[in-house]
């Protein structure tokens, strides 16, 4: 182990228990850890395994599974699956996948030693050789790919045990080190401009286990200068960025300044987590749209089908975790909270136990969720770790205090002061949780009793049913100094009521909550297609009903939004929907059924003057949605994956405020599949800045054929500007899918190109 001493490392302020310390009692988190951990119990790890045993040349008796795992993303899913099988072995003590772990290990020895090298990963070794040499990184996202790997074999370690694991790992990143070595600095941050995953936190976690120096000295040279240096002074360069190249990049921060001490480590992951909780994200503790970073103070405007990645929480979730260690807050924690029951807790299917990728925050849109062979997305393998994380935050402790942070019912094994303590509680459904001591001997700590944001009265504390006189402020610890003893009991109420969120660009879009509870609109299933896909993007064009507005004069909520009685946390409004009431749920608890967060919330004077315009304008979008067959966001990681983008040198992709795009100079070209009705005309609609700095000439060509030349000259006006082409119905003609391509012309650039959409008639 690396000595904290020798180092002069930081010391935590809290430390969280081990997940095996803590069990879960029934409720809803329960019952989300179960359908998760029936779903691990049901995954073929060979199949997961089929695609490293083939760079190994080692013989395969399965197939692979589909979706990502049969694409160049091969083999991130089995890092997922070995730590989830390791968390879920910790959180429940079920040995069965403790097996998984240790097979799926011996498993990766085995290939490892087929390799003769250390190299262990499901994509092929030689997409890392030209970037090793100086050259570019090929192929798809591989320092990402295979970072779930090395996080697997070090939670395998960790939460089982296994040392094998640790060797693996350890082969591993020597591998990595010996290729890296010969890189400079400046190759190596070019390299990193490609999403890595969360190769610093992998590496500095495994250094923590094996003291090994090397591993640390990587960890450190992970440090994509470009991003991180701004927020290490607090500056702000997240606008346009994917959202979750850059969170494990700020986790990695956080662990090496535990293993480091290094300021500008803390200062990067502080900066950050203010920025994106309070400046980037949504009432549901969720952010990016489209998978990028929005610019600050945009909320309503981004309420999209693609809003809500589930991989951010996750990840942000693991970063709040180590700045509540360095310096405990209630602030942290209402966070925390707010992630986990409005986002995490309704991602998993209760049919299935499938994941989703976004959390469509569209009005009028649903949750889309994966299918067990098709679906393992990038959210899927966060996924499947999501559910057995629930007992890791309920609690943090050090040598005189316990907090209890989340009103979770579970169970706490203290075992340094032979200590066990039982939360009861039904929350969120009823707003009052028990803490009941079985204590060996008398023990004397500070019991600290989140306070949250939302209770703002009537907080009471009970010992043993004795009121206590209290300080109970929101958004604060109440600290409880005694000495606990066996049958101690102690009751905390935190009274719940209705409040409004206003998004930041538009006081006029409100989100309704009942405490942290993010209360949706139950809609329905008007028009609802499948909502199990294997392809995550393929119902994003469905188009969406009207969805009701809601109108009042009356600040007080209780007047027009009543409880359903019998119902806990089923709400229903009275006489302010527009054109109809609606019924009120908890997000968590709403799937498969149309929804809304976000409400259109005006008074009836405003409504009078605005209801046709407004209604005409909701007309023309939903005609506008039915006319979509496919599109792209040009620059948008993903999209451009997903439509195959490719380009010719000098090809490039910026951002222009949030607006993403991809150019291209003289001489060079773009290309893209798009998807197409056969036999149909279409139509291509492509989004440019009008006003750029150079005119702009290009051929639009469909599969080869030219269909129109696009001039565009730079003294027009600054704005962003539509132009359709008619493709003709011969080039669609037996087809699902055309390969659109923007070819230069002369010495004019082809310039930025912002959207592609393919439209009906």
Same mark, same amino acid.
């Given at each position: ?191 990193? $401009? ?7 936190? /992998? &590496?500095? +976690?495994?250094?923590?286990? !094996?003291? @090994?120096? =090397? ?114 807050? $209630? ?7 707010? /992630? &986990?029951? +409005?986002?995490?807790?309704? !991602?998993? @299917?209760? =049919? ?133 003893? @066996?049958? =101690? ?135 506008? =949605? ?125 310039g930025a190109v912002y959207h592609a959409r393919i439209l009906k008639p």
């Open positions: 182990m690396i000595s904290a001493a020798a180092q002069n490392l930081p010391k935590p302020a809290a430390s969280a228990f081990p997940l095996h310390s803590v069990r879960l009692l029934d409720g809803p988190f329960k019952q989300a850890q179960e359908l998760d951990r029936k779903f691990l119990l049901e995954i073929d790890a060979d199949r997961l395994l089929v695609p490293f045993r083939e760079v190994a040349k080692l013989p395969v008796t399965k197939p692979r599974y589909g979706g990502w795992e049969s694409r160049p993303l091969s083999g991130h899913s089995l890092g997922h699956y070995l730590s989830a099988c390791s968390l879920m072995f910790a959180a429940t003590g079920d040995t069965r996948l403790k097996e998984r772990a240790d097979y799926v290990v011996a498993q990766l020895a085995e290939i490892q030693a087929a390799n003769a090298n250390g190299y262990v990963a499901g994509v092929p070794e030689n997409l890392f050789t030209d970037c090793f040499a100086g050259g570019p990184l090929r192929g798809w996202v591989p320092w990402y790919n295979i970072h779930k790997t090395f996080a697997g074999l070090v939670d395998a370690h960790a939460l089982t045990g296994n040392k094998l694991a640790l060797d693996v790992a350890s082969k591993f990143a020597a591998w990595a080190k010996r290729g890296t070595d010969a890189m400079s600095e400046e190759q190596f941050q070019k390299m990193l $401009a490609i999403e890595h995953g969360g190769m610093n936190e /992998a &590496l500095a +976690d495994l250094s923590a286990f !094996t003291g @090994d120096a =090397d591993q640390l000295a990587l960890a450190r040279r992970f440090w994509h200068a470009r991003v991180l240096d701004p927020l290490s002074r607090g500056e702000d360069p997240l606008t346009g960025l994917h959202a979750n190249t850059q969170i494990p990049k700020i986790i990695g921060a956080a662990r090496l300044y535990e293993l480091t001490g290094e300021a500008r480590y803390e200062t990067t992951a502080r900066n950050f987590w203010q920025d994106v909780v309070h400046q980037r994200s949504y009432i549901t503790g969720s952010n990016s749209e489209h998978e990028h970073f929005f610019p600050v103070g945009q909320e309503a405007a981004k309420l999209t089908v693609q809003s809500a990645e589930s991989c951010n929480v996750y990840n942000l979730l693991k970063l709040t975790r180590h700045l509540f260690a360095w310096e405990p807050s $209630a602030e942290q924690m209402d966070y925390y909270e707010r /992630a &986990l029951l +409005d986002h995490i807790l309704g !991602t998993i @299917d209760p =049919d299935s136990g499938m994941a989703i990728y976004f959390l469509s925050l569209k009005p009028g849109h649903f949750k889309i969720y994966g299918t067990p062979d098709n679906s393992w997305w990038c959210c899927t393998g966060t996924g499947l770790e999501n559910h057995a994380r629930y007992g890791e935050s309920i609690y943090f402790h050090n040598a005189d205090s316990l907090w209890v942070n989340l009103f979770i019912a579970s169970e706490l094994n203290w075992s340094e002061k032979n200590l066990v303590v039982r939360q009861e509680t039904s929350f969120p459904s009823t707003n009052t949780t028990a803490l009941v001591f079985k204590a060996a001997h008398p023990v004397s700590f500070a019991l600290r009793l989140r306070i949250p944001e939302w209770s703002t009265h009537g907080v009471t504390v009970k010992i043993n049913g004795e009121i206590q006189k209290i300080d109970a402020r929101p958004q604060s610890y109440l600290a409880l100094q005694r000495e606990w003893r @066996d049958g =101690d009991r102690v009751e905390l109420t935190l009274p719940m009521s209705l409040h409004l969120h206003r998004a930041t660009d538009d006081p006029e879009t409100a989100a309704i909550l009942y405490g942290p509870i993010v209360l949706a609109g139950a809609l329905g299933r008007e028009n609802m297609p499948d909502d199990r896909q294997g392809d995550h993007l393929a119902l994003d064009f469905w188009p969406t009903p009207a969805v009701p507005v809601l109108v009042t004069d009356d600040a007080d909520l209780s007047s027009w939004i009543k409880p359903v009685a019998g119902q806990p946390l089923h709400f229903k409004t009275t006489g302010a929907g527009r054109p109809a009431d609606v019924e009120l749920l908890p997000l968590y608890a709403l799937h498969h059924q149309r929804y809304t967060v976000y409400w259109k919330l005006v008074g009836r004077t405003r409504w009078t003057a605005m209801e046709k315009d407004f209604n005409e304008q909701a007309a023309l979008r939903r005609r506008e =949605d039915t006319r979509i067959v496919d599109a792209i966001g040009f620059g948008e990681q993903q999209a451009e994956v997903d439509h195959h983008v490719q380009a010719g040198e000098g090809s490039e992709t910026g951002n222009f405020g949030s607006q993403l795009w991809r150019s291209a100079p003289e001489n060079s070209w773009i290309s893209c599949d798009l998807k197409v009705l056969p036999d149909q005309p279409m139509t291509l609609r492509c989004t440019y800045w009008m006003r750029e700095g150079k005119d702009r000439e290009f051929d639009l060509l469909i599969d080869g054929t030219k269909i129109a030349t696009q001039r565009l000259t730079r003294n027009k006006a600054a704005r962003f500007d539509d132009i359709d082409t008619a493709i003709p119905a011969e080039l669609t003609r037996g087809k699902t899918k055309i390969t659109l391509r923007f070819q230069s012309v002369g010495t004019a650039p082809i």
